[in-house]
Antibody, heavy 119, light 108 residues
Framework: QVQLVQSGAELKKPGASAKVSCKASGYTFLVYFMHWVRQAPGQGLEWVGMINPSAYTTSYAQKFQGRVTITRDASASTVSMELNGLGSEDTAVYFC????????????WGQGTLVTVSA | SYVLTQPPSVSVAPGQTASVTCGGNDIGTKIVHWYQQKPGQAPVLVFSEESDRPSGILERFSGSNSGYTATLTINRVEAGDDADYYCQVWDDSSDQWWFGGGTKLTVL
């Protein structure tokens, strides 16, 4: 069965970087695009960016351009998201989400990783 | 940017029908997807215009989309439907993905 297992919670200081990973299993890793979506405490969902693991191309939300990098390690079936220049407004749960093949919705999600930014 | 507007809250009695709306510029020309999220959990797809009903999702969930408003309809509402609901689209003009602000559905 499809599983997306994310790395554990992180506590970071303002200005630091956070890197969250998402290990995929149960399907052919390179075939499906992977996205990152975040959710600040008590707030809604916000798209961060995505990667095409096969072509190794990425697309980012304009809001995060220049501050976020999404990478993949095909040998480990893992996608990672690194966010730089953290501020308190980046405190959120970060989810990885698989895009349904040939479609424009997300069919499987990771469990979420809380990133807390605090001095 | 592409803005999707949802009402913050909707309340409904058990057994009744709930409607959650999602407004956007010419949203009728886009494919809209709906997710349910319960506290402390990841979102779950409950309806998409572009695919069969997700496995495990009951036929009580359906959707419509025309003009400037998309609607998620939940028939015969149950206590377990108490959750947040988000609409989502992909905007081809900007190649960006957008979510609505979310609607808290309260089952009275």
């Amino acid at each position: 069965q499809v599983q997306l297992v994310q790395s554990g919670a992180e506590l970071k200081k303002p200005g630091a970087s956070a890197k969250v990973s998402c290990k995929a299993s149960g399907y052919t890793f390179l075939v499906y695009f992977m996205h990152w979506v975040r959710q600040a405490p008590g707030q809604g969902l916000e798209w961060v960016g995505m990667i095409n693991p096969s072509a190794y191309t990425t697309s980012y939300a304009q809001k995060f351009q220049g501050r976020v990098t999404i990478t993949r390690d095909a040998s480990a079936s893992t996608v990672s998201m690194e966010l730089n220049g953290l501020g308190s407004e980046d405190t959120a749960v970060y989810f990885c989400a698989r895009q349904s093949k040939g479609r424009f919705h997300f069919d499987f999600w990771g469990q979420g990783t809380l990133v807390t930014v605090s001095a | 940017s592409y803005v999707l507007t949802q009402p913050p809250s909707v309340s409904v009695a058990p057994g009744q029908t709930a409607s959650v709306t999602c407004g956007g510029n010419d949203i009728g020309t886009k494919i809209v997807h709906w997710y349910q999220q319960k506290p402390g959990q990841a979102p779950v797809l409950v309806f998409s215009e572009e695919s069969d009903r997700p496995s495990g999702i009951l036929e009580r969930f359906s959707g419509s989309n025309s003009g400037y408003t998309a609607t998620l309809t939940i028939n015969r509402v149950e206590a377990g439907d108490d959750a947040d609901y988000y609409c989502q689209v992909w905007d081809d003009s900007s190649d960006q993905w957008w979510f609505g602000g979310g609607t808290k559905l309260t089952v009275l």
